[in-house]
């Protein structure tokens, strides 16, 4: 288990926690539990009753809605600092993905009722959570507008937005791309050769690295 004094930093060094003084980031702390999953393992399911705030520490966790007919759609890639499910334990709903982890990766588990109990004394942290918030629902509004585009804009928007939190190295492999543009493998494999003649991209195994970010940008323009 990590000691408390880790934790502590870790949340400091967290978004959503940042702005907490130093009791509140000890009661955090104090109150978390540190999750370890293996690729594949599922940290919770959508529907579930929302009953804790996560944070993540290490790896990368994806947020997965199932379609009727068996589709896969990647809602959000989470990675290392990021908070997740703040909004429907802000309401105390249920969970509105189910989670899994795309690589080994570890998560601070917060219990709903102690995030509330900060949140009640820190309207800083009540900031953060809706910026955070505010920020993702302009990327889904962005990802909606596509929903009936062309296939290789939905591919340039997954590409640029994951830019936004891996940098022009995205480790996604084919697959996990296409999930998240809502397209199947071999569209996305089409495209991204595609892009790789135009010079905008090199594929890699299990990579894409973006060599042009801004041609992709004015395909959206």
Known sequence: MPRRHDLELFLKQSEIFRRLDAAARGRL???????????????????????????????????????????VQTTCVMTVGESFCCLPTLDRGVYPATAVAATPATALQIPLRVFHEVLGKTPAMLEETLNIFCHRLRQVEAKGCLAHDPVELRVAQALLTLREKFGDTIPLTRQEVAELAGTTVETVIRTVSRFQQEGWVRSGRGSIHLLNPDALQRLLA
Do not use: N
């Not at 393992?41 to 959508?46: H, K, P, Q, S």
């Open 29 to 71: 702390a104090e109150a978390s539990r540190e999750r370890t999953f293996g690729k594949g393992e599922t940290l919770f399911e959508e529907g579930q009753p929302a009953d804790s705030v996560w944070l993540m520490r290490t790896g990368r966790v994806h947020m997965l809605h199932y379609a009727p007919g068996g589709q």
